[in-house]
């Protein structure tokens, strides 16, 4: 797996796109996951039944009001040092874990918006 705590992603509540790959919804983090571990990887649309894995760009071009879903765009264009010092790995351990709570607390929001009334 490719984690290197550069990743970030970009939140769309209620959107979504169209094209991607289709995979059965197991939670927000793995879906994620799923979507870092493939280089050409885009975005993620996630519902309570599925991960769709858009490796296209243009599949993101637009997006569509998709009530349910959220859309997780990445940028990956931070570029680690070649030369890593023992500081610098700590600070990319160190952002690693930001994300892991970062996505943890999405998690949570996307579970309490699929199962509390608004």
């Known amino acids: 797996m490719r984690l290197t705590g550069c990743e970030t992603w970009t939140r769309k509540k209620g959107a979504a796109s169209q094209g991607g ?3 059965p919804f197991t939670s927000l983090s793995e879906c994620l996951k ?5 280089p050409e990887c885009v975005a993620v649309d996630v519902s309570a039944v599925v991960c769709v ?5 243009n599949h993101t071009a637009t997006t569509f009001d998709a009530p349910g879903y959220a859309e997780y765009r990445l940028d990956r264009t931070c570029q680690p ?7 610098s790995t700590h600070f990319g351990n160190c952002l690693l874990r930001i994300m892991q709570c970062i ?3 999405d998690e949570v929001f996307f ?3 699929r199962y509390l009334p608004q």
Not at 34 to 38: G, H, V
Not at 53 to 57: E, I, P
Not at 81 to 87: D, E, K, M, N
């Open 103 to 105: 996505t943890a607390y």
């Open 21 to 23: 790959k289709f995979y």
């Open 111 to 113: 579970y309490i918006e």
């Open 34 to 38: 799923l979507c870092i571990e493939q």
């Open 81 to 87: 040092s070649t030369q890593a010092t023992s500081q």
């Open 53 to 57: 894995v858009h490796t296209d760009v």
